[in-house]
């Protein structure tokens, strides 16, 4: 049987571009050296993620998909407070935003 | 309704291979926004409305907000005028307007012709995701409370500036 969401589309069809955001934010994160860039796709991989779940959620008309993605919303605004805090550290100590120009560590 | 869930996700994809592909930081940072506008309307199709709006407020705004005062931050001194001009030259709001005006029609089709349809009672309410949260989520709400103040804590610690 064929599971179908509110606006008829298969829930394969919103899984399948979850997953095809997801490995696009990751080829981002995995490809791109610049922290910048690092930090905008882990936010696509998480909004992939909370589109899983909504599509989720929406196929069986429950709320708790969208629970999970205000969530998801939450940990994203955290995380990139800290991350461009990060950022602006790297920027500061070596003038550059090249992930690679900070790979030692102290100690 | 159909159809518009596959144009939008074919904006959402193109948009966001677009944003890991760019050079230039704000380059990417509006195709950003115009892949977060389309998984917005994919969600409002879905009839989650509450969840559209938030991800257009708070990612399409905020977080997006946030990535622009650091792109700029980062990008001060004599020639930030000149780049920023580069940056904002005509051709580069095309791309992004063109996803934008197809989105914008979707929008205004779901509103006028398919008003009907979206008012089904498949469609998941505010009041209930409200309830959800305050009732059976709500040490998931603590706990989220506790990590914004964490993250607040940790970004103003991470931002001081170095004592020499």
């Known amino acids: 049987m064929e599971r179908l969401l509110i606006a008829n589309v298969p829930m394969e069809h919103g899984l399948i571009l979850a997953a095809i955001l997801f490995a696009l934010g990751l080829a981002g994160v995995l490809a791109r050296r610049n922290i910048v860039f690092m930090l905008m796709s882990v936010e696509i991989m998480l909004n992939a993620v909370g589109l899983a779940f909504v599509i989720a959620g929406a196929r069986w008309g429950q709320v708790d998909g969208q629970v999970m993605f205000i969530f998801i919303l939450t940990m994203a605004a955290a995380e990139v407070s800290v991350g461009l805090a990060l950022v602006l550290q790297l920027y500061h100590t070596f003038k550059t935003l090249d992930v690679d120009a900070a790979s030692t560590m102290k100690g | ?164």
Do not use: D
């Not at chain 2, 050079?23 to 969840?51: D, E, K, M, N, R």
């Not at chain 2, 197809?102 to 008012?119: D, G, N, P, Q």
């Not at chain 2, 998941?124 to 804590?153: C, D, H, N, R, W």
């Open chain 2, 1 to 164: 309704m159909n159809l518009l869930f596959y144009i939008s996700a074919i904006v959402a994809v193109v948009s966001t291979f677009l944003v890991i592909t760019r050079t230039s930081a704000v380059h990417a940072l509006l195709y950003l926004i115009v892949s977060l506008l389309a998984v917005a309307l994919i969600f409002f199709a879905l009839g989650a409305p509450f969840v559209a709006a938030l991800e257009v407020i708070i990612y399409a705004g905020a977080i997006m907000v946030l990535f622009v005062f650091v792109i700029m931050m980062l990008n001060l001194g004599g020639t930030a005028a000149t780049q920023e001009t580069q940056w904002l030259r005509p051709g580069i709001w095309i791309g992004p307007s063109i996803m934008c005006l197809i989105l914008a029609v979707e929008l205004i089709y779901m509103f006028t012709l398919e008003r009907e349809r979206l008012s089904s009672a498949a469609e998941v309410t505010p009041k209930q995701v409200g309830i959800a949260l305050f009732g059976p989520y709500v040490v998931g709400v603590e706990l989220a409370s506790m990590l914004l103040l964490s993250g607040l804590i940790g970004s103003y610690h991470l931002g001081r500036p170095h004592k020499h």
